[in-house]
């Protein structure tokens, strides 16, 4: 998966279950201009992945505001995914979502991400953060049982999207919006520390 760092994002195209319940194609090149973020989760119907998609969905306003839209993917067909969206919550649906969802029937998404489990046929929880410029610049993976953070994913778009309008600062640790960052060179650099040492 490392490989897919700081290389153009694999192209896909995918039968997606739009918000308003309709079908649509989607492609990579539908994002152009845009952060993307791209979400496998192992399959409709389960246990951890509804937390994951609703909280994603909830929070998909706050990604738009960083020029960011999320889709979720799972290998499940956009008719499993039609069915689990209209479900209501407390019958172990989904209730409406405000991103898409895609199938990937065929694997070749997950695949090209290098996230299949190939003898199980479905995608680890996979998250993969694509610039404006169609690169990937971040990916991370966890075993099934374990979900993720709306508001950490948040705060990597808003910190890859800082790094790409301020050329020559770098986010360090725990970074959050409006806080001090540090400049990538060996004399600039020292200004953070020196900083850091007087707030003790």
Partial sequence: MSELIGKPVPHFECTALMP????????????KGKYLVIMFYPMDYTFVCPTEIIRH???????????????????????????????????????????????DRSLKMSKA???LIEDEGVALRATYIINTEGVVVSATINNLPVGRNADETLRLVQAFRYVDEHDGEGVPCGWQPGEKTIKTD???KLEWFLDEEDEE
């Fill in 186 to 188: 060996p004399e600039g």
């Fill in 20 to 31: 308003d319940f309709s079908f649509k194609t989607i492609t990579n090149e539908d994002y």
């Fill in 113 to 115: 991400f290098k996230c």
């Fill in 57 to 103: 969905s909830e929070a998909a306003d706050a990604f738009r505001k960083e020029n960011a839209e999320i889709v979720v993917v799972s290998t499940d067909s956009e008719y499993v995914h039609f069915s689990w969206a209209s479900t209501p919550k407390a019958e172990g649906g989904l209730g409406s979502l405000k991103i898409p969802m895609l199938s």
